[in-house]
């Protein structure tokens, strides 16, 4: 049987095609642009005569072993030597003639332990602002072995969720007893002895209504006066609403949770 005549022009329209593909292959491409062995040893030749940077925490063993020992008992076991150091080949080749920068600012921590929501729950987080401010973390951080100092803190010791709330808010750098007036004896018997908690708008009034600070002094709140004059100074930095229209009547921390307020942002 013959084939019909359309399927014998698409054979040989096919056929031309092939012809082409094979004659451009193994007739007209030089071997150098084909052959697999060449790329893959000019590939290894090109990437073998960039010059090494790093030099792994293993190269370091050899002269600094106290501080690898200490370091892989500790927080930190996980980061690498050069994560913090930089690229340290040159120094492991002439240590005298080459030494690595010691980040020793305290902008450099905060990269990985400033608050963000992002990084996974429980990653030990810190507000840099609010935290210790001022002083390197190096001065109370051992940064090869990184436990925080245990500073009995004598509201935290009980209330930790809250100080860590706390921390990162925008009102982190309010002590709790600005708000609460806190009896002696709470931190003994502390279910029968309660602070005291804000009762009023006005209370918040002090430090975010429009007149704020200039009344201050002459406030008498629930707490004492040293906390007066701190909250006059603070006062200064906070952003105001109308206390007669904002919120109506409702209590503030029936809209804001104090420990960690949000507002427009
Ligand atoms: C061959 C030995 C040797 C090796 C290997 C070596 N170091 Fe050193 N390192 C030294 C010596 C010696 C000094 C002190 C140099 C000086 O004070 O002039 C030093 C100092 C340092 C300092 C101090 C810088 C400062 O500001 O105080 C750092 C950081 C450091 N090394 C990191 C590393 C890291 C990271 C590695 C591994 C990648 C490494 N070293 C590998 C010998 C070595
Ligand atoms: C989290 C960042 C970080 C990592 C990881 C780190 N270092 Fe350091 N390193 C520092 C800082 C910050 C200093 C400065 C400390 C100071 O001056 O008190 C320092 C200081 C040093 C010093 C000089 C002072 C000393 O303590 O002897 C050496 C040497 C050193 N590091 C080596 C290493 C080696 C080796 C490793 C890996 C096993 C390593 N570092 C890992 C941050 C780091
Ligand atoms: C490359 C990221 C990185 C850098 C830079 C870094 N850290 Fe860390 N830090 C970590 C990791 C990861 C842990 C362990 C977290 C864990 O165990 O869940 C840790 C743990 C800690 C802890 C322990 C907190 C706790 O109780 O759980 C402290 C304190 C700390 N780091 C302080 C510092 C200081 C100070 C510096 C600067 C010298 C620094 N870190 C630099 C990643 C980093
Ligand atoms: C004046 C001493 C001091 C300085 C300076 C300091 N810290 Fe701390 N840090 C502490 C103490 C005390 C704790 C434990 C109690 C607490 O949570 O406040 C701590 C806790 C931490 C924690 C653990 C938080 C958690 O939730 O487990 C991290 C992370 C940390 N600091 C990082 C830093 C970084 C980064 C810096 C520098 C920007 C720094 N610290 C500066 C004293 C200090
Ligand atoms: C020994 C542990 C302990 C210490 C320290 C402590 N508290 Fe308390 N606090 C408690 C307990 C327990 C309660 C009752 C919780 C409950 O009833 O759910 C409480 C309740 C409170 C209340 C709520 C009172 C109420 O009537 O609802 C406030 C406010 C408070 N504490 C503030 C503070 C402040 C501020 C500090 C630091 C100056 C502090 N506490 C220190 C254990 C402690
Ligand atoms: C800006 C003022 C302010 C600051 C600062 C503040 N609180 Fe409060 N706190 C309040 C108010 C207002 C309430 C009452 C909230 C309510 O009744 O819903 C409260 C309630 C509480 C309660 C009762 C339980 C709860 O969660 O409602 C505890 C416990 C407490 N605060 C502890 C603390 C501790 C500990 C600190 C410091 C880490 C602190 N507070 C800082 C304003 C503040
Ligand atoms: C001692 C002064 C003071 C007192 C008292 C005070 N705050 Fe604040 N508050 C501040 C300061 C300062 C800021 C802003 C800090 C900043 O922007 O870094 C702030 C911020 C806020 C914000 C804005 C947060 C944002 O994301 O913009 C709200 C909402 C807030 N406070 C609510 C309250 C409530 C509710 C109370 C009463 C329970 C209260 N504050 C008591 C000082 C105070
Ligand atoms: C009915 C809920 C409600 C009550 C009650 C309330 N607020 Fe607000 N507040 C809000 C909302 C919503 C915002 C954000 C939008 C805006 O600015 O109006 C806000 C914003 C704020 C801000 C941030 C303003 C800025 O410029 O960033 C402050 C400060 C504040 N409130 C303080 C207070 C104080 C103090 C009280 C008590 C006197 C209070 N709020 C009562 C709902 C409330």
Redesign the pocket.
């Known amino acids: 049987m013959r084939m019909p005549e359309q399927v014998q022009r698409l054979a040989i329209v096919i056929g031309v095609i092939a012809a082409v593909v094979l004659v451009g292959r193994f007739v007209l491409m030089p071997p150098t642009l084909v052959a697999r062995e060449l790329h893959r040893s000019s590939t290894e030749q090109r990437e073998a005569a960039k010059p090494v940077k790093f030099a792994g925490s293993s190269a370091c063993q050899d002269c600094h072993d106290n501080v690898v020992e200490k370091k892989a008992k500790g927080y930190h076991k996980g980061l690498a030597c050069e994560g913090c150091h930089g690229p340290a080949v040159k120094h492991t080749e002439d240590p005298s003639a080459v030494t690595p920068a010691a980040p020793r600012d305290r902008k450099f921590c905060p990269v990985c332990h400033a608050y963000d929501a992002a990084r996974p729950t429980g990653f030990p987080q810190i507000n840099p602002t609010a935290h210790n401010p001022l002083t390197p973390c190096i001065g109370c951080h051992d940064a090869h072995d990184p436990v925080p100092p245990r500073t009995p803190k004598a509201c935290a010791a009980c209330h930790a969720q809250i100080e860590r709330t706390k921390a990162i808010s925008t009102h982190a750098l309010l002590a709790c007893t600005t708000c609460h007036t806190v009896p002696e004896a709470h931190k003994k018997s502390p279910r029968t002895v309660r602070p005291s908690k804000p009762q009023t708008?006005?209370f918040?009034?002090t430090?975010?209504?429009k007149d704020a600070g200039a009344k201050e002094a002459a406030a008498k709140g629930t707490t004492a006066t040293d906390a007066a004059a701190k909250r006059a100074k603070t006062a200064r930095q906070?952003?105001?609403?109308d206390?007669s229209t904002?919120?109506?009547t409702?209590?503030?921390w029936?809209?804001?949770y104090p420990h960690l307020?949000?507002?427009?942002?």
């Open positions: 708008r006005e918040c009034g430090c975010h209504a906070a952003p105001r609403v206390l904002h919120g109506e409702f209590q503030c029936q809209c804001h307020p949000e507002g427009r942002s």
